[in-house]
């Protein structure tokens, strides 16, 4: 069974840091890309970054490019978005999402993602 636990969401202060970690298990994570979307309320869903099968790929959003850092570590089925600089604009849900694919880039669309892990929130207080 296919299943991906996002945590590391908590409460900050702006310009605080948090990560968070997306954990995978019953796939061969090696051979997926993996993204992070963030959904806040009465907004629509938004791709925040994503990450290459072999991690040489990455794409980040505008809105968080210089700030977030986005990594994984196939030995351990995970992958890490390092949040700095944090603005109260960054409080959503955060969900990380997978899709099976050998490449060297990443999906940067929703819709692109097969499997989707449960959500952990993140609240930037100004």
């Known amino acids: 069974e296919v299943q991906l636990q996002a945590s590391g969401g908590g409460l900050v202060q702006a310009g605080g840091s948090l990560t968070l970690s997306c954990a995978a298990s019953?796939?061969?994570?090696?051979?997926?890309?993996i993204g992070w979307f963030r959904q806040a309320p009465g907004k629509e869903r938004e791709g925040v970054s994503c990450?290459?099968?072999?991690?040489?790929?990455?794409h980040y959003a505008d809105s968080v490019k210089g700030r977030f850092t986005i990594s994984r570590d196939n030995n351990k089925n995970t992958v890490y978005l390092q949040m700095n600089s944090l603005k109260p604009e960054d409080t959503a849900v955060y969900y990380c999402?997978?899709?099976?694919?050998?490449?060297?880039?990443?999906?940067?669309?929703?819709?692109?993602?097969?499997?989707w892990g449960q959500g952990t929130q993140v609240t930037v207080s100004s």
């Open positions: 019953g796939f061969s994570f090696d051979d997926y890309v």
């Open positions: 999402a997978a899709i099976q694919a050998t490449m060297t880039a990443c999906y940067r669309l929703g819709a692109h993602y097969k499997y």
């Open positions: 990450i290459s099968s072999s991690g040489d790929g990455t």
